[in-house]
């Protein structure tokens, strides 16, 4: 009934299993957040240091809209789903688009001259 986190070691881990059974038995979990399931109250508890901690290959975006990862990751995405190009976009890319880690991922940019840029 809520508050999955901040409850000892592990949080991370606890709340991923409890998602991964939601995902396989939708009818028969029912997740309900809590006040520990807000960003106030991990940011005090630790689950959000714990977050940033258990996620190696990824970082909180320069305007903290999300999250930047690196080649690891995108390559064993890749790999585990079978992808051989993943598109992106909303990510400035001054020429429209660009390539990375090995053409492994492309950004699309429609708006190249963005903000006069």
Not at 53 to 62: F, I, Q, R
Not at 95 to 107: H, N, P, S
Request: proline share 3%; aromatic share 14%; hydrophobic share 40%.
């Amino acid at each position: 009934m809520g508050d999955f986190v901040d409850r000892g070691f592990y949080s991370v881990e606890t709340f991923l299993l409890l998602l991964a059974l939601k995902v396989r038995y939708p009818e028969r979990i029912t997740l309900i957040r809590g006040n520990h399931e807000s960003r106030q109250i991990t940011q005090v508890y630790g689950f959000y240091d714990e977050c940033q901690h258990a996620t190696p290959g990824w970082s909180l975006s320069p305007r903290g809209a999300g999250f930047l990862f690196g080649a690891d990751i995108t390559k064993g995405f890749a790999h585990h789903n079978a992808i051989d190009l993943i598109a992106r976009a909303h990510q400035l890319a001054m020429e429209g688009y660009k390539l990375m880690f090995d053409r492994t991922i492309v950004t699309v940019w429609s708006a190249p001259n963005y903000c006069y840029r």
